[in-house]
């Protein structure tokens, strides 16, 4: 007798409008938010069993695996919903001209190490008329929990509100007689010089398997030490507007969004195709 086993496809749970307007009114006060209950857990099981058929086995070593496209896997498409979609237009104020930015799968193995941070940083710098634009030219970090994330667990640090500042510093700098410049590097050191961000405010940005956790990658933040018994693992999905000139330019520079596999492209519903589009 032959079996069959039936998966279930991943659909998100979007909170109400009302609640999801509360949401991104915390995400533009304190430079982060968490969106509870987002995933099931048959998703994130699914998900992290995919991550461990690509990985070693855990070890107490304190390993931080990070998975970059191109990740095989017709579960990757999976990930590319119309609910994630649907959350990215309201994000970024945006139309149809949404694009596929990235996808990271993140396990970070526990540690024998004392609790510390990895190093302080941002993921980008923006001037504000990226922030002002219709549809913003900018991006917003997408972190699903694919099981809890605890105290001194390798959670996200973050600064919270330290965005308002890097804000100030672009200000200055775009402003300033300087021409300014798209270089990302030179735009993020200087404006981190500007802003002065005190670390020690940092926050251990905690949750539960199935949230979403939102941030500003503007805001100053840390990868941790997992000092917990268990490792953790995360996907970051995030999406950018065709329109964003600037960073395109910087991502074709790069060529960081010309590596998605083939399994995701092959797997994506006609439709949506069109998300790993470059310009």
Not at 70 to 91: C, D, K, Q, W
Not at 115 to 131: L, N, S
Request: proline letters at 7%; aromatic letters at 4%.
């Amino acid at each position: 007798m032959s079996t069959t086993t039936t998966v279930t496809p991943i659909i998100p749970t979007l909170p109400t409008p009302t609640a999801l307007a509360g949401h991104l009114d915390a995400l533009e006060e304190h430079g982060w938010t968490v969106i509870p209950g987002f995933l099931d857990g048959a998703s994130t099981a699914r998900l992290r069993q995919h991550m461990d058929g690509l990985l070693p086995p855990v070890a107490r070593a304190g390993t931080v695996h990070d998975l970059r496209h191109p990740i095989p896997g017709a579960i990757m498409a999976e990930l590319v919903t119309e609910h994630h979609l649907r959350l990215a237009r309201a994000l970024l104020r945006a139309g149809d001209g949404l694009r596929l930015l990235e996808q990271v799968l993140i396990r970070t193995d526990p540690s024998s190490d004392d609790a510390g941070v990895r190093g302080w940083h941002i993921d980008a710098a923006f001037y504000p008329r990226h922030r002002a634009a219709t549809p913003r030219q900018t991006y917003y970090q997408c972190v699903h929990a694919l099981c809890d994330i605890k105290p001194g667990g390798g959670a996200t640090m973050i600064v919270p509100g330290s965005h308002r500042r890097l804000v100030s510093a672009t200000a200055r700098i775009e402003s300033s007689a300087c021409i300014p410049t798209v270089k990302q590097a030179e735009l993020k050191a200087e404006a981190l010089r500007l802003a002065a961000i005190d670390d020690s405010a940092g926050i251990e940005l905690i949750a539960h398997e199935g949230d979403l956790v939102l941030f500003d990658p503007t805001c100053l933040h840390s990868a941790s030490v997992n000092t917990g018994a268990s490792a953790r693992y995360v996907l970051f999905q995030s999406f950018i507007d065709e329109s964003a000139d600037e960073m395109n330019t910087v991502l074709e520079a790069t060529g960081y969004r010309s590596g998605f596999s083939d399994d995701l492209r092959s797997a994506l519903p006609p439709e949506r195709r069109h998300l790993l589009r470059r310009p």
